[in-house]
């Protein structure tokens, strides 16, 4: 891995709209109901921000439950070898009481575990993306990019958040994203209201593709309409 690569640095409201453009191009296949798959990083790293990133991670989901549509499962790892499947849930209030009783201890980051999971899931049931946050990668960058070029085949964008500016994780979450045909963003404490918005507009294009999201940008404002003024 090139150790010389610039450091990423939390994403600029250009930077957000340019993924939002990103997330606007991704092909969607309408289902029934929208099927989420959102994986986080429980690794000892992430403790110092955990319980924000919880907050927001549920008001996302609060944020489509109410119209309906959308079914989301929490994946996370953690320790020496802990990945856990929670299951397929609809209700915002169980989803943040799994989030708020997970608690973040040492060990190495499980990625291959991740897409492993996402691509045996989308191949019993569509999956209409995958949600990817985390702040570190430990692992061998081309059997992961392996993975989520099959995942592409299938066509299951993943929405990649990095938290924090390892320039290593950068380069292969951005491989990661671009080989789904998803997209990648960085944040930090001083973007959580950024990382918010796109966490709604992620879920709310999982429910309803394109013309969902441009809908929510005519009522949010803010950094949504720079995306759908260029769809």
Same mark, same amino acid.
């Given at each position: 891995?090139? %150790?010389?690569?610039?450091?990423?640095?939390?994403?600029?409201?250009?930077?957000?709209?340019?993924?939002?453009?990103?997330?606007?191009?991704?092909?969607?296949?309408?289902?029934?109901?929208?099927?989420?798959?959102?994986?986080?990083?429980?690794?000892?790293? %992430?403790?110092?921000?955990?319980?924000? #990133?919880?907050?927001?991670?549920?008001?996302?989901?609060?944020?489509? #439950?109410?119209?309906? +549509?959308?079914?989301?499962?929490?994946? *996370?790892?953690? +320790?020496?070898?802990?990945?856990?499947?929670?299951? *397929?849930?609809?209700?915002?209030?169980?989803?943040?009481?799994?989030?708020?009783? !997970?608690?973040?201890?040492?060990?190495?980051?499980? &990625?291959?575990? !991740?897409?492993?999971? #996402? &691509?045996?899931?989308?191949?019993?049931?569509?999956?209409?993306?995958? !949600?990817?946050?985390?702040?570190?990668?430990?692992? #061998?960058?081309?059997?992961?990019?392996?993975?989520?070029?099959?995942?592409?085949?299938?066509?299951?964008?993943?929405? !990649?958040?990095?938290?924090?500016?390892?320039?290593?994780?950068?380069?292969?979450?951005?491989? &990661?994203?671009?080989?789904?045909? +998803?997209?990648?963003?960085?944040?930090?404490?001083?973007?959580?209201?950024?990382?918010?918005?796109?966490?709604?507009?992620?879920?709310?294009?999982?429910?309803?593709?394109?013309?969902?999201?441009?809908?929510?940008?005519?009522?949010?404002?803010?950094?949504?309409?720079?995306?759908?003024?260029? &769809?």
């Amino acid at each position: 891995m090139n %150790r010389n690569l610039q450091t990423p640095v939390p994403s600029s409201a250009q930077d957000v709209a340019a993924f939002l453009r990103q997330a606007a191009r991704v092909p969607t296949v309408a289902t029934a109901q929208g099927r989420l798959m959102f994986a986080m990083d429980a690794t000892a790293s %992430r403790q110092p921000t955990w319980d924000q #990133a919880c907050q927001l991670q549920g008001d996302m989901f609060a944020a489509v #439950a109410e119209r309906g +549509g959308l079914a989301l499962q929490l994946v *996370w790892y953690r +320790g020496y070898g802990e990945f856990y499947v929670e299951p *397929w849930l609809t209700a915002a209030t169980e989803l943040q009481r799994r989030m708020a009783s !997970v608690q973040c201890r040492g060990g190495l980051t499980q &990625i291959h575990r !991740v897409l492993k999971h #996402a &691509i045996d899931e989308t191949q019993r049931h569509r999956l209409n993306a995958l !949600v990817l946050v985390g702040d570190c990668l430990e692992e #061998a960058v081309d059997p992961l990019c392996h993975q989520a070029g099959q995942l592409g085949v299938l066509g299951v964008p993943a929405f !990649v958040f990095q938290e924090g500016q390892d320039a290593d994780a950068a380069q292969g979450f951005r491989e &990661i994203a671009r080989l789904t045909r +998803g997209a990648y963003c960085a944040f930090d404490a001083r973007s959580a209201s950024q990382l918010r918005d796109l966490l709604k507009a992620v879920a709310i294009y999982a429910t309803g593709g394109r013309q969902a999201l441009e809908a929510f940008g005519r009522r949010q404002g803010g950094l949504i309409p720079q995306l759908t003024r260029q &769809i």
